[in-house]
């Protein structure tokens, strides 16, 4: 059974940095790993992407340059390290897990597995 725990969430204040972490057990056969966010009232967000094997990334505009993704194979672990955080960061975020493909890394529909989320809250 594949399971995808997401933890690091919390509150900061704009500026501010968060560190993302989604520990991942059971066999999930895809490639892609991806983190997407989606705030109240507002449609689901590919916020980043990585591709397990060729680790290939990809980022959403609103995140280029400050948000970054990575992994630990040895640990099974995707980090997405969060800086110069803005209040329009806020939002419940998801780790995913996959058979996507380069064309639909930031796109949720692409991914099987889901965690529960964790809240990141930026203050203004």
């Known amino acids: 059974q594949v399971q995808l725990v997401e933890s690091g969430g919390g509150s900061v204040q704009a500026g501010g940095s968060l560190i993302l972490s989604c520990g991942t057990s059971?066999?999930?056969?895809?490639?892609?790993m991806g983190w997407f966010r989606q705030a109240p009232d507002k449609e689901r967000e590919g916020v980043a992407a990585i591709s397990r094997g060729g680790g290939a990334t990809y980022y959403a505009d609103s995140v280029k340059g400050r948000f970054t993704i990575s992994q630990d194979n040895a640990k099974n672990t995707v980090y997405l390290q969060m800086n110069s955080l803005k209040s329009e960061d806020t939002a419940m975020y998801y780790c995913a897990a996959g058979y996507a493909s380069a064309r639909w890394a930031l796109n949720g529909n692409a991914y099987r597995y889901w965690g529960k989320g964790t809240q990141v809250t930026v203050s203004s």
């Open positions: 059971g066999y999930i056969g895809g490639d892609y």
